[in-house]
């Protein structure tokens, strides 16, 4: 099972906590926020994980040659230039599975991620995201209208119904063959719903996540429960 963890952004509305650093790079109890997340993953049964890299990334790659048990089936893939999340993944393409995940470098989700894979596997579409009803996370504004099974609209809105989880997967042949340029996932994920090739699993349980100041206070209490 493979993943991608799109982390190449600048981080820009937790610089308070960063200090410029990349978001992964904030720490926790003495670790980083990385530090979690991979062990999580592990945890969960991935192991095929790829960095997809950008701002500051040898600090990121820095941290985990120093910790070799950690960064064990890690792989870094590094942009030349600002690619945003699609192009990151298009960036991507030549090490993808026939079926893959894809997550955020800020995101903590505690799921179970082989259900969500072999879900997907059976299913004839090219990409699903995991989706939570709008109500479980007040502090996040919605950006999914979903009516009658079926994801109609993916953009900001307070009328929407759901709020993206943060995980997705998508086939390789989406990206295969296709040429590198700055285009940001949603871009994607919007094509999908137009060509009606894109489903859902909806999660009940919170996410936590580090890309916002809400959301690193939350994650500072998890983490020392």
Known sequence: MQIFILNGGHGKRVREFSNNKPKC????????????QLKLLKKKGINKIYLCLGYKSKEIIKYLKKN???????????????????G?????????????????????LDVNYKKIFYYFQKKNFSGLVTVIKKNKIPYHTPNLLIKKNKIVSYKESKNFNFIDYGLMAF???????????????SKIIKKL?????????????????????????????????
């Open 193 to 225: 719903i137009k060509d009606d090739d894109i489903c859902f699993i909806e999660i009940n349980k919170k996410f936590n996540e580090i890309g916002s100041k809400y959301g690193i206070e939350n994650f500072k209490k998890f983490i020392n429960k």
């Open 68 to 86: 070799p048990k950690l960064s064990k089936n890690v792989n870094y893939i590094i942009e030349n230039k600002k690619l945003n999340t699609g």
């Open 88 to 108: 990151a993944l298009l960036n991507a393409q030549k090490y993808m599975s026939d079926y893959f995940l894809v997550t955020f470098g800020d995101s903590y």
């Open 171 to 185: 086939r390789k042949n989406l990206f295969l063959g296709k040429s590198v340029k700055k285009i940001p996932l």
């Open 25 to 36: 790079l904030i720490s926790f109890k003495k670790k980083p926020f990385i530090y979690y």
